[in-house]
């Protein structure tokens, strides 16, 4: 098991944002985690990264409890996140925000670093290579249709190695065939690596589509897990998706196990 969490709490002024979580994350594996809005996601998400310190519980990585260390510590454990590409490298190219990827690997100083030409070169354009975006190393990320900005933004967080990536709402803004494409690359990639994956998704296409498990959050508390067909017919999970206008329904086209 890659990650291990156990027990994972959350209070805010005595509000128990997450309550006493637990779950695994595979190498190899995607698992979605998913609940209605407030149900505690980006918390027991941003505990994982490292943005927030736990209340209680602990998160082991490879053997290591990483439960509140600093988000930089755990990135360099091995443990991957997709940023948005800031607003400020729009005007350098694609193979530029990889180089200084690459070079933050490093312990180049991010920002000040102008990146050389040469500079990890070959091993950019390998990583935009394997995302599909070699063909556009030489534009500028700025000029970019949104699906290629995401592809970019997972090169950027493979340029880590990380053994496991978190990903928070991967497909959020995107049209659902640009999802699919996305999400299909990751699943290739994260198979080709062996990377265990966490990631939170509101598109219940994606995650019943791409999922491996799914654990699924009400108000602080874990209440179902499973893989997809488990979830979508367990009665508590359909309960708390009432009136979110997120159907959990079984449909005709899963009974005969064909998802399309
Ligand atoms: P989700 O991502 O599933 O929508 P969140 O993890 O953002 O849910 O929030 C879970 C609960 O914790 C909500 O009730 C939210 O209002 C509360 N919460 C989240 N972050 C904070 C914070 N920084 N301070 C106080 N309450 C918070
Ligand atoms: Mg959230």
Redesign the pocket.
């Known amino acids: 098991m890659l990650l291990r969490v156990t027990n994972l709490s959350k209070s805010?002024?005595g509000?128990k944002?997450?309550d006493a979580v637990s779950f695994d994350v595979a190498a190899g594996r995607l698992l979605a985690l998913i609940?209605p809005?407030?149900?505690?996601?980006?918390?027991?998400f941003n505990m994982v990264n490292g943005q927030l310190k736990p209340s209680a519980g602990s998160i082991i990585f490879k053997g290591n409890d990483i439960a509140g260390m600093r988000a930089r510590d755990i990135w360099r454990l091995g443990v991957g996140r997709t940023f948005q590409i800031a607003a400020t490298f729009n005007s350098m190219t694609v193979l530029e925000n990889v180089q200084m990827a690459l070079a933050s690997r490093e312990r180049r100083l991010f920002g000040l670093w102008k990146p050389a030409a040469s500079w990890h070169a070959d091993e950019a354009m390998t990583l935009l290579d394997e995302v599909g975006m070699a063909g556009h190393a030489r534009r500028a990320c700025g000029v970019l249709a949104y699906g290629d900005v995401k592809r970019v933004e997972l090169a950027i967080a493979l340029s880590n190695r990380p053994q496991l990536l978190l990903m928070d709402e991967p497909t959020a803004g995107m049209a659902p065939g640009e999802r699919n494409e996305l999400m299909a690359l990751t699943r290739r990639l994260v198979a080709e690596r062996n990377i265990g994956v966490l990631f939170?998704e509101h598109s219940m296409d994606v995650v019943f589509e791409y999922a491996d498990r799914l654990i699924v959050?009400a108000r602080?508390k874990l209440i179902a897990e499973g893989d997809a067909n488990t979830v979508r017919n367990n009665p508590r999970v359909q309960e708390v998706y009432l009136g979110t206008g997120k159907s959990f329904a079984p449909r005709a086209t899963f009974a005969g196990g064909v998802r399309r």
Do not use: Q, R
């Not at 809005?37 to 027991?44: I, L, R």
């Open positions: 805010f002024d509000i944002a997450v609940g809005n407030g149900a505690g996601k980006s918390t027991c939170t959050l602080g």
